[in-house]
């Protein structure tokens, strides 16, 4: 019998609809035969429809963990309610007979492992790098920073309260141009700072300036950090991409293969999401999905990314939060500090483990343990002008209790760090009040976005998670 977990089968749905059809099919009795292979890699079912006639859905388990649905109904849908209804009656344990495997699947399976193969050795192959076109892309781009440092220039001179509606249309048309020159990074600060000018044009709320002058800082480190690495890249003749976040700063998008190449990887690697949530980029103009993993063996914090741009929303699934732990053969890392961005292959690659009490105790014990050194590590990492605002950790605390009508941790020193939520993002504080036990506010962990708060002048935190030896409380999903 196949191993198949609820959440698995869940998780391969395009939609909740599509769940909710497969369940009514399977209590209505739908299937009105059900057979497998004596090695119990491929199942098969008789699934009546709306059609003339019976649907023939089958499952392909030949690869255990992406399981691959087959169906002779109409539907676009991948899978279909009828192949997820099969899954569902295969977690069920219903009974089935004994069948052959089909010969089409057979010949499916062969050109999977041949198309597997040839991936395999394209991989093995050393990349074919035009060097005439890469040494023409990086002037191009100096060019294109260039004409950015002079906007930039003329714009602190002049004061953002000097834009006017007119001058906005100036910043839209150099935020267009910057596409011509390979820097949609550069792009992406211009329409961030086009929309907090907008936002502060509207309401003149005092905190769009200080978010457009923070856009401006870190638009300027990078124009300048990038117009020296790409001059020393020219002058050194080395055009080949490097282990650095400045390549995705300018727009760059790296491919798992380059990374893996640069040593970028980890074998044998079990991971556990701790926090996730989604939030819209206006700039970007795409959803974003977040999902915040740690490495069970050394407490690391990751961040795994999923993208769906506004005009391809159809088409792209949402993510959704994980709750079983994954065993990955090869994790891939991009460039980066704390935090860093993981990715793995997409199919046949992770194994669904469950995080045992001893994997959250050993969590805690590889948790920072007092706030102090919490402080110098975030401070250290954010006075990058290129990496994020906040520091996500796991930090080990005595208590979280009401102070003055606010939340405070204290660790096991004495010293204490103020909670609060960040702005922008989903709220957090409030739900600590409804915990369904004190007992989790004393003596845990905590998965926390750490940030220095402009309006207090100190480090402050963000709970997303309180984690204890049985298990992990989501206050974000």
Known sequence: MAQLSEQQIISMAANASAISNARKICSKGGFVSLSKSEDGTFYMGECSGSGKTNYITSVDFINSEEPVCRCSCPSHQYPCKHGLALLFEIYAEKPFTICEIPEDILQKREKKVQREQKKEEKKKEPPKVNKAARTKKLKKQLEGLAMTEQVITQLLQAGLGTISGNSIKVYKDLAKQLGDYYLPGPQLYIKRLILEIEELQKDSDNRHYQKAIGILIKLHALVKKATIYLNEKLQADEIEDEDTVLYEELGGVWQLDQLQRMGLKKEKVRILQLSFQVYLDKAKEEYIDLGYWTDLDTGEIFTVYNYRPLKALKYIKQEDSIFDALYI?????????????????????????????????????????????????????????????????????????????????????????????????????????????????????????????????RICMQPYSIITEERVVRLLY
């Open 329 to 457: 053969p090869v994790l891939t890392y991009y460039p980066g500090g704390m935090n860093r961005r993981i990715r793995w292959e997409e199919k046949g690659t992770k194994i669904i483990i469950r995080a045992t009490p001893k994997d959250l105790k050993n969590l805690k014990e590889k948790a920072y343990q007092d706030i102090q050194t919490v402080a110098k590590v975030v401070k250290n990492e954010i006075k990058n002008t290129l990496v994020d605002n906040k520091v996500v950790l796991l930090l080990a605390f005595e208590r979280i209790g009401i102070a003055e009508e606010s939340y405070i941790l204290k660790d096991h020193t004495g010293s204490t760090i103020l909670l609060k939520d960040i702005e922008g993002e989903e709220k957090t504080i409030d739900k600590l009040s409804i915990l369904p036990d004190e007992k989790f506010l004393e003596g845990q962990m905590v998965l926390g976005a750490f940030f220095y708060d402009e309006e207090t002048k």
